[in-house]
Structure formats: structure tokens, C-alpha cells
């Protein structure tokens, strides 16, 4: 029977032998980071890396203070904890448990927006990372531009001490730095986006020079928006993983992180006050990320959002049920061999191939059950960065698309909202609505050629690709295939 005890500083003492405790002084720790996008991922990579950091020796200015945007359930669950929360890395020999220290502070903007703009305008911070997922940028992701008409940007404008948005957060935080005489800082983004610090900076630079072109030109001239690459599959947290974590500590632990044990980060060492010695936890500090922010995206998510779409529709739910099929694991190598590595670029020191059957086996791992449905959701803002810059790569050298454009049909056979047996799956999207009209208008269409075409129609995804010769050509069998014979058959079909 599990003690009534929770996880804390005061309790840490009470832990099995095995489990990895913090060895730096908690109670020194000043808040060098704040963090926007209080999530899993968060949990597992960046806080992970820096208490590796701390523990080597890092001066204990590098403390993180975590920002939930939405809702208060992990300050809520982390608070009683001090911060403290249980890391598990699981893979098919077992489970390592760690407990990571170096979050300080937990923060909801909602409740106090104004805790957040002080945090980030204080003199301790030095980072502002995100993890606020794609949609999280309020940006157009087929042109990048900022969507002006997004309800949190709008009300950011007109209230801007009392932000919703990460950008509005941002830009105000970085005013009252100004104002308060304090030095620029960088803003890193952890998100899957391509160049994703430019991407950033883009976005920021937009909101702050409708605000003020002077705290526009500050932010050009002082602070820095590093391009990185971020790479560890990090599950949600179930109600199982709670109670088989609180079970190993022998502590109860209200929100415990769940990842895989590999881990990969590639960061453009371009800092404006300084940085962690991150390397200790398997960072990379390069001059050009791009690259590998092209392996992650293509590679890694391309992959991620081709089995999730195609899993979904035959009623595999997990990423490991999935890949054990033996159609859909020769397909899903072929995408990456034939169709991806070939836009991949010169990666000096990476064996592609290796790296390929790697990430074969790392989308095996059972421990994990990361849910297709999971992986699936806000498709409107991923496949463009997922799946159609490689289909721009292709098409421009005259290159095949078959296996990316089954990936796309997945998707779009998706909006349908079930599965090839009937059974209802939801549709979590922030453009569900358009979507549903969009599947609606496209299915009226006389034929899967002509419905291919019209979807490709919907410039908010497919933006220049509109009515593409080539990909309506590869889209319009691949669809009829997914409606006429399901994932399943039309795996087995094209393998056989």
C-alpha cells in the first residue's frame, strides 16, 4: 500500500535507492528560464537537459519558472510537490525513474497575467523557451504569417497587460524589460516548426511593431530567436502511468512524465545573455540547425503523422500496434528511404540509413503506448511542415509522391470523423469546423480526381499547392483507395 505521503523536497529521502534524485541546492536556485507551454514535453526534454546541467556544476542561476497558458491542472498537481515531479524513460528492458528538480515556479496566465509579464521582464531571466504547440503560434502555418484575426492576438492588442497568447505574452514582457532598463534576452522556440526561432522572431517582430516600432527596433538590435531541433517521444500521462509510477517511488506523485530514453536536441548557439552548458544532457550547440530541423520534421513527424492518420482509419491505437503490422512498417520504411531521405540534404556524421531503422525501432517500443489519436490531432497545423514541404521538395525534381500521398488521403479521410469500421473518432482540430466543410464540398464533387483537386483547394493548408497537377494525380487513387478499401487492404494492396 502506497504511504499517504507525496512527492516532496521534504520526502525525497523516503525513495528507493534506484530512483535519481537532484544533487544541486534546490533552495538556491534563481529562475534563469521561464518557460511558456507547461506541458509533458517540457517535462521530459528541456528540464530533463538543464537538471543534467545544474547537476554538472552549472551555476544555479538556471532555474526554470514554468507558465501554463490555459488551464491551472499542473501548477494544481506540481505545486503540493514543490516542482518536483517523477520522470520515467521507458523502452522494451524496463523503466529508469529520475526526479527532476529544477523547476522553482509554476505560473497560470489566466489567474495572473501579470505574475507572467513580471517573470519574464525580471532581472533573473535570461531564456524565454515555448513548447505551446503549433496552433500555439496563432500563425498562418501554409504562408507563417501572424493571423491578425485569432481572438487571443485581437485581444492582446486591445489588452495587452493581460495577454492570452504566447506572442502577446512575449512582446509584453519584452516592453516592460525596456522599460525597466533591463538588458534583451533570447526567445527559444522548442516547437515543431521549420526554422522555428525565425519563425518566432517573425511572429514577435509582427505583434511588437504593431505596439511600438521602437520596442520593435530593441528587439531587433538585442534579442536573439536560436533555430533548434528537439527530438524525445514524450506520451500524455495516463491515470495508469500515475499510479504505476507512485507505485515503483513508493510516494504519490499527482503528475508524473513518461518519454522514451532517447533524446536529441540540435540548438544554434546564438544566446544574448548567456546560456546552460546543456551539452552534459546531449545537446549539440551548432551554427545552423536547419538541417536538422529538416531530418526531425520529415523524418521523425513525417512518419509520426503518416502511421497515426492510416493507424486511426484500421483501428490501431497505439504506435506500437501499428508499426507490428507488417504492411504498414515496410510502408512507412519505403516513405522514409524513397520519398524523405532524398530532400534530406548532406547531414555530415548522420548514417541515414541507420538513423532510419533507429526510429523503426524507437516507434516499436512498447513501453510507451503513445496513442495514434494522440499524434493525430491538429492536423491543420502540422502536415504542412510535416508532410507538404517534402511534397514541394519531390515535385519540384519531378520525383514520386505515391507514399506521401497516401499519408495526405489518411488525413483527409480523417475529417470524415470514423474509423474504416464506423466507430466515431473525434476530430480535434482548431479548423474542425472549415474542415467539415471542406470534406462536405469536396465529397460532392463527381469523382476522386475532382475531389482530390478540391481539397487541395484549402489554402490554409495547402496554400500554393492549390490544384497541383502532380498531386492531384497522386491524391485522387490514394483517397479512392483509403474510402473503396480501408488502411488495412490498401496497405496490403500497394506492398503486395
Not at 494544481?76 to 528492458?93: N, S, V, W
Not at 524525445?232 to 512524465?257: K, M
Amino acid at each position: 500500500m502506497i504511504e499517504a505521503r507525496r512527492l516532496h523536497p521534504a520526502t525525497l529521502t523516503a525513495l528507493p535507492a534506484e530512483v535519481r534524485t537532484p544533487t544541486f541546492d534546490r533552495i538556491r536556485l534563481r529562475g534563469g528560464i521561464v518557460h511558456l507551454g507547461l506541458g509533458a514535453f517540457m517535462r521530459a526534454h528541456l528540464a530533463a537537459v538543464n537538471d543534467d546541467a545544474l547537476e554538472a556544476g552549472e551555476p544555479l542561476d538556471w532555474g526554470i519558472v514554468g507558465v501554463s497558458l490555459r488551464h491551472a491542472d499542473t501548477r494544481d498537481a506540481l505545486a503540493p510537490q514543490d516542482g518536483l515531479y517523477t520522470l520515467a524513460l521507458r523502452d522494451a528492458r524496463g523503466e529508469r525513474l529520475r526526479v527532476i528538480g529544477g523547476l522553482i515556479e509554476c505560473l497560470v496566465a489566466p489567474e495572473n497575467p501579470g505574475a507572467v509579464l513580471d517573470r519574464i521582464a525580471h532581472a533573473d531571466t535570461r531564456i524565454v523557451s515555448l513548447t505551446v504547440t503549433e496552433k500555439g503560434y496563432c500563425h498562418d502555418p501554409a504562408s507563417g504569417a501572424l493571423l491578425w484575426s485569432h481572438a487571443d492576438i485581437a485581444h492582446d492588442l486591445a489588452s495587452p497587460d493581460t495577454p492570452q497568447s504566447a506572442i502577446g505574452c512575449i512582446v509584453r514582457g519584452l516592453a516592460l524589460r525596456r522599460a525597466r532598463g533591463l538588458s534583451p534576452i533570447t526567445l527559444m522556440s522548442l516547437d515543431n516548426l521549420p526554422a522555428n526561432g525565425h519563425t518566432l522572431r517573425r511572429l514577435v517582430q509582427s505583434f511588437a511593431q504593431q505596439v511600438d516600432a521602437g520596442l520593435a527596433d530593441w528587439i531587433e538590435n538585442g534579442c536573439t530567436f536560436p533555430n533548434s531541433m528537439v527530438d524525445r517521444i514524450v506520451p500524455r500521462t495516463t491515470e495508469a502511468d500515475r499510479a504505476a509510477v507512485s507505485q515503483a517511488i513508493g510516494l504519490n506523485d499527482a503528475w508524473p512524465v513518461v518519454g522514451e530514453t532517447f533524446i536529441d536536441w540540435v540548438v544554434e548557439d546564438r544566446f544574448a545573455a548567456g546560456r546552460p552548458d546543456w551539452t552534459t544532457g546531449g545537446a549539440r550547440f551548432v551554427r545552423d540547425a536547419a538541417p536538422w530541423e529538416r531530418l526531425k520534421l520529415r523524418m521523425v513527424n513525417g512518419a509520426h503523422s503518416s502511421i497515426a492518420y492510416l493507424a486511426v482509419a484500421a483501428g490501431w491505437p497505439t504506435v506500437d500496434a501499428a508499426i507490428a503490422q507488417p504492411a504498414l512498417r515496410r510502408h512507412i520504411d519505403a516513405l522514409m528511404r524513397d520519398e524523405i531521405e532524398p530532400t534530406l540534404g548532406p547531414l555530415p556524421g548522420l548514417d541515414l540509413p541507420a538513423y532510419r531503422a533507429q526510429l523503426i525501432e524507437r516507434l516499436r517500443n512498447p513501453a510507451l503506448a503513445h496513442r495514434t489519436l494522440q499524434i493525430a490531432m491538429d492536423g491543420s497545423q502540422k502536415l504542412p511542415q510535416r508532410l507538404l514541404d517534402t511534397v514541394r521538395h519531390r515535385l519540384a525534381q519531378s520525383a514520386s509522391i505515391d507514399r506521401l500521398a497516401l499519408g495526405i488521403a489518411a488525413w483527409l479521410t480523417h475529417l470524415r470523423g470514423h474509423d474504416d469500421a464506423g466507430r466515431a473518432v473525434p476530430l480535434d482540430d482548431p479548423q474542425a469546423a472549415a474542415l467539415r466543410a471542406l470534406r462536405t464540398q469536396a465529397m460532392a464533387q463527381p469523382d476522386w480526381r475532382a475531389r482530390a483537386e478540391a481539397f487541395t483547394r484549402y489554402a490554409p493548408v495547402f496554400a500554393d499547392l492549390a490544384g497541383h497537377e502532380a498531386l492531384v494525380a497522386a491524391l485522387g487513387p490514394a483517397l479512392s483507395e483509403l474510402h473503396e478499401r480501408g488502411a488495412a487492404r490498401t496497405l496490403a494492396n500497394r506492398l503486395a
